[in-house]
């Protein structure tokens, strides 16, 4: 099967208002065998909570939390991966800037406020963002045309 390898969600910038620029890049490995065979590929963004984490005491560890995942196509024939062709050996992708929502990849809401020479300064919580890359081959059976209700033998 594909392998997936050195994922990089490269730093994640401000575009101004509030959108966040998210840039993922990757590379696929398939065996001579998978040569010519389609796969689908999705990019997903996670939030992950982790000890000493920001949040306070009363919200648990659930594991990564689901925040962003890449959008393929234009409006409205988007889908959630992309088809592409495998070659066989290595191939390197970089995904064309995202533009997401700061409110979306705001994974640890809240703030902390100190006192800096009698003034309260704000300071949000961390984020914690990683992405992640999946392979899935895809394969069709037969087509079956059903005309009428199937009979029970």
Do not use: C, W
């Not at 590929?41 to 648990?60: H, K, M, N, W, Y």
């Not at 990683?130 to 029970?152: C, D, H, K, M, W």
């Amino acid at each position: 099967m594909a392998e997936v390898k050195d994922v990089v969600l490269a730093p994640i910038t401000s575009v101004g208002g509030n959108k966040l620029k998210v840039d993922v890049s990757y590379k696929l490995v398939f065996s001579p065998v998978e040569a010519g065979k389609k796969f689908k590929v999705a990019i997903s963004l996670f939030g992950e909570d982790q000890a000493g984490d920001d949040e306070p005491a009363g919200i648990a560890l659930n594991g990564p939390q689901p925040l962003y995942t890449f959008g393929f196509g234009i409006a409205p024939l988007v889908k959630k991966f992309k088809i592409i062709t495998a070659q066989a050996g290595e191939q390197s992708f970089t995904e064309p800037s995202r533009e997401v929502a700061k409110e979306t990849l705001n994974e640890d809401p809240g703030a902390n406020q100190v006192v800096v020479q009698g003034t309260v300064v704000t300071h949000p919580h961390a984020d914690e963002i990683y992405a992640v890359v999946s392979v899935i081959g895809e394969a069709r059976s037969n087509t079956f045309q059903l005309t009428s209700p199937p009979s029970v033998s």
